[in-house]
């Protein structure tokens, strides 16, 4: 059975509200657009961070590892229930509101203790975005075209990264890193006024025809096969491209010992650039391909890791600066192509009034375990190597995560082949 024909409820949008459909995810794109700036902007400023609170690549490693992703990961699940129950949009406008002004406190820190507790204070009030939007944009777009949605929302992943790297490298080498906490951390306010005062909260579905859905527990998540090999396999490949996300800017200005702007100028401007593209690509051509049969979106993202892995190991092992940035480059765009196709899968299998539980699941799993995790062995494994390796150490410790890749695309491609069986039945 296609899963985009589980629940009868999920009828055609109609398209007189198509519009203000996309107004809606538009908003919420904008949402998640200062959720990544906040999120990201400790890695252009790394050096700087070290430098002035005394950190070590460890501590830098726990900093945007797991104080930031795993409390992330963990807060979301219970904020995510509250939202499967409550005004998706309410929480979302108070979370804003939580996780900028954490954010400008950041500049105001003078160790490790103070810097990582404002950290864990953002990933407190992001962690209420995604579930909460991902639901709101299921709500709002039907089947094939939920992908689409998603995809846009996020976009604003990429651009956010985008805006950190090159902006906040650029106020970091110009006013301090402290400046740069202290202006984003003020960007809030505005986002909480549009999205209280213009996004209405859609009606939730009824779950008529959805008995044998996934509902809200992680158990019966984890039971169905397809989401749980896209969460195994999100959570590899987040375990990979966390680390490249947390450590390339530091990798690049250690290797080709360039500064915080002009890192931020050009691998932060063509990386973030291929991130937009490909989270844009990954929804849209998964979107057309799920039109044909749900499993070949899937079947794409296989094949797009391994040869994510491929440009990824290429890259770190190149001395010039242009062919490592063009492979790297790559890396990104590929593996950029999961986003929408993975939670518009899940969104599409769960039950209706657990699909914010069921993203928080997810986002536990490829944030709070991928992600947190292969930012913090990166930086353990680099203490580890330096004696011995030098400035060298980054690199060899970034190679050995690039492996995970080609274990995510093995999970990809099982559930594909699972999706496919039960559609055939």
């Known amino acids: 059975m296609d899963i985009h024909k589980q629940h009868p409820a999920l009828s055609a949008q109609a398209p007189a509200s198509r519009v203000y459909a996309w107004y809606c995810v538009f908003a919420l794109m904008l949402c998640q657009a200062l959720a990544s700036v906040d999120a990201r902007l400790p890695f252009i400023l790394v050096e700087a961070l070290k430098r002035d609170l005394g950190l070590s690549d460890t501590q830098v490693g726990l900093i945007t590892g797991p104080a930031f992703s795993l409390t992330y990961a963990v807060c979301a699940i219970p904020i995510a229930k509250l939202s499967d129950r409550g005004n998706r949009v309410a929480i979302i406008s108070v979370a804003i509101a939580v996780w900028s002004a954490f954010t400008a406190v950041a500049g105001l820190a003078v160790n490790f203790g103070t810097f990582a507790a404002t950290r864990v204070g953002v990933a407190v009030g992001e962690s209420a975005l995604t579930p909460g939007a991902h639901s709101l944009i299921a709500s709002y777009f039907k089947g094939p075209a939920r992908a689409k949605g998603l995809a846009v929302y996020s976009f604003g992943l990429a651009a956010g990264a985008f805006i950190a790297f090159a902006v906040g490298g650029y106020v970091g080498d110009r006013f301090g890193w402290r400046m740069a906490f202290f202006l984003v951390g003020g960007g809030g306010l505005g986002l909480v006024a549009l999205l209280m005062g213009t996004v209405r909260h859609p009606p939730r579905e009824s779950a008529v025809g959805a008995s044998s859905a996934p509902r809200g527990d992680i158990r019966s998540l984890l039971r169905h096969p397809v989401i749980r090999n896209l969460v195994l396999g999100g959570t590899l490949l987040g375990f990979s491209a966390g680390s490249v996300n947390a450590w390339g800017p530091a990798y690049v ?28 690509a990954g929804g849209f051509i998964g979107s057309w391909l799920s039109e044909r049969h749900p499993s070949r979106a899937l079947q794409m993202l296989s094949g797009a890791f391994v040869i994510a892995m491929l440009a990824q190991i290429g890259g770190l092992l190149a001395d010039d600066y242009t062919l490592f940035l063009a492979l790297l480059a790559l890396t990104i765009l590929l593996s950029s192509f999961y986003l929408a196709p993975t939670h518009a899968a899940i969104q599409s299998i769960v039950d209706p009034a657990s699909r914010s539980f069921a993203s928080a699941v997810t986002l536990f799993c490829i944030n709070g375990l991928g992600i947190a995790l292969g930012a913090f062995v990166v930086g353990a494994l680099s203490d580890v190597l330096t004696p011995r390796l030098g400035d060298g150490a980054l690199r060899w410790a970034l190679l050995g995560v690039s492996l995970a890749k080609s274990w995510s695309a093995l999970h990809y491609w099982l559930a594909s082949r699972h999706l496919l069986r039960s559609s055939s039945t």
Not at 261 to 274: F, M, N, Q
């Open 253 to 280: 200005m250690r290797t080709f010992h360039l500064s915080a702007t002009e890192t931020g100028a050009s691998y932060g401007a063509v990386t973030g650039l291929l991130a937009m593209v490909g989270i844009l």
